[in-house]
């Protein structure tokens, strides 16, 4: 078992703009779940986007949470940031 997890957040939304990061409706956020390690989130987030993919305004994101919980970075990982 490694010393730290690095938990990833996938989720999204429908966007007001295509090219803005505000969503039509915070309440209405589809979670698509919380992912062990980078590459398993963006397996998830690959689903999420291909199956809204004809839809413009939908948007998903990965949220790096083991940032949020280790802001030092001492267990930080380097990956794309393409997603």
């Keep these: 078992m490694p010393d730290k997890q690095l938990l990833h ?10 090219d803005s990061q505000q969503f039509v409706d ?3 956020l589809h ?9 398993a989130a ?3 987030w ?3 986007t ?4 004809d839809d413009a305004h939908m948007r998903y994101f990965i949220v790096h949470l083991h ?8 267990h930080d990982h380097d990956h ?3 997603h």
């Design 42 to 44: 963006v397996k998830a």
């Design 26 to 28: 915070p309440n209405k």
């Design 46 to 48: 690959r689903g999420a």
């Design 67 to 74: 940032r949020l919980l280790d802001p030092t970075g001492e």
């Design 50 to 53: 291909g199956a809204t993919i």
């Design 9 to 18: 957040l996938v989720f999204g939304g429908q966007l007001v703009r295509p």
């Design 80 to 82: 794309d940031h393409k």
């Design 31 to 39: 979670i698509v779940g919380i992912f062990p390690s980078y590459d």
